[in-house]
């Protein structure tokens, strides 16, 4: 009998996986914008005579596919790297890349990744899956890296960098200091150095004594705790303390209504696909003034100023909002009694029926108890506004308020409403416990349009999506893309991490709405415009504007005369 050897066929990496695996799609992605920008993926070189072994495609790629099978951090990738999954194999030509490999090239290339962000908002726009036209804007609370414990206040920062920069010099001291922490186990110096010792615990606080404490290792970590104390010095705000891991972050009240070292995350997302247009963080507290670095940003991405940019009550800036529509911009944003409407209509939807009246009967017993008088007060919403007059009726007895300006303490000029009949008005404990009623609103050019566009029938249907695009994004990022905080340090930093969540939301929302046979069209186009020798950039891209062939929210195809 002879024995026949088995024949084995060699088969390409990549060959066993469904062409309509989703694979395909971030590899056909990552072509297209390599064959737009190819400078961007010039590699950078290492140490001399190392040979490079990586390409940033192959990295890009699997970064993002990374975030796909919920592989976040750069160990998680490597370990990811030896379990042989076929998709790492074909998107890396069966490399196993470490760590440190994955933490350089988010470092080097971030403006590629950056560059790739703008890509698939240019490919969104001539896809038609971003209008343009409307654009939703919003922020949240995300905790920073760090311990709420390890902080240190201005005059600590201070008396530390003076005690460091004196006593350096004293070789004598800085002996004795540095063998009380690392040497004398009997703590024989305590008695000598007690004097030193009291006025150190008198102007630092723990946080300072371990910073003290590191300065006295080496000439490099003086030099690591001077820097540390520069940075944190750069970060001074007021009185308040700050964080000795990250200088850069901020106290804010979070979404638990805790303080905490938080940062501020703003948002921009299209209206048509929840496309996420700009984002940013900041560690500015409040959202008042971050109307126009919204602007701005969303005018660079969408290559236009032409949009309603809508925003929640939290951006009111009279001032600024001003400012921002002397251009073609429109700000779609709700007055304060609006805003109170709503935020009234929320909290009653949360305390329905029964538990309702439970707490009112609860409150109004102990108000008895106490001796206080229980009084309805009217709140500002249930006045209704006449245009006309500019003034404010009352809903029981449908006397107008009417206006004047008047100066406030601050020297800014407001608009006050009041009537002189509320001084004889039978319900007038029913509405207030003052001599009479009155309520302001800013006084400043261009709040009337403000409020006339929020109040019409268009403003009001646009509003209406801003729960679904603006909030609902965030649910998103926080639970579907499984993000749960900030896990580096510094805003520059964060700003990089948040980037590459957002780009990984965009490509899912290309992949739903875009079939791999469109993407693969598109770049077999452009290496067939390539062999003829013509530029290929980004504008090629709008040949294709109003070409796409759509059908049930889905491009399932190109017209065949551009693809020749």
Sequence with gaps: MVDVQTCFEHKKVGSNLNRNHAVFNLKYLIEIFKELYPKEFEVKRGKPGRPIKYLPEELLAIVFWGKENNKESCRELEKWMHNNDETCQFLLNCKKPSKNTFNRFKNDYTKLIDKFDQFLIDL???????????????????????????????????????????????????????????????????????????????????????????????????????????????????????????????????????????????????????????HYITNVPIDQRESKKMVELATTRLHHDDFILCLDNGYWDPELLKEITKGNTRILIPDDADASRKKEKMKNKRRSGRRQEMLKEDKRKKNEKKGIKEVKRLNKYEFEYIKEKDAYKCPITHELFTMKIIDKNNGEKAKRYDTDYCITCKFKDECNTQYKRYFYEPYADGVADLKEFYYSKEGQEIYAGRAHFAETSFGTLLESRNFRGIKTRGIEKANNELTLCEIYHNIKKIEKHVSIDVLKSLLKYLHKIKKSEKNVDISILNEFKGKFIMENDIIIGINSDILG
């Design 124 to 278: 969104g726009s001539v896809t038609g899956l971003i209008s343009g036209e409307i654009i939703y804007g919003d922020g949240t609370i995300l905790k920073a890296y760090c311990n709420n414990f390890k902080i240190m206040y201005p005059y600590e920062i201070e008396y530390l960098k003076q005690f460091l920069i004196k006593n350096v010099k004293n070789p004598e001291l800085w002996k004795k200091l540095h063998s009380y922490f690392f040497d004398d186990e009997n703590n024989s110096l305590k008695v000598e150095l007690k004097n030193l010792f009291d006025e150190l615990h008198y102007n630092l606080n723990a946080n300072g004594f371990h910073l003290l404490k590191q300065s006295l290792k080496s000439d490099k970590h003086f030099n690591k705790v001077l820097d540390k104390i520069k940075h944190m010095e750069e970060n001074i705000n007021d009185e308040k303390s700050i964080s000795i891991v990250d200088p850069e972050s901020r106290h804010i009240i979070g979404k638990n209504k805790k303080m905490g070292l938080n940062y501020n995350y703003q948002t921009v997302t299209d209206n048509k696909y929840g496309f996420r247009i700009a």
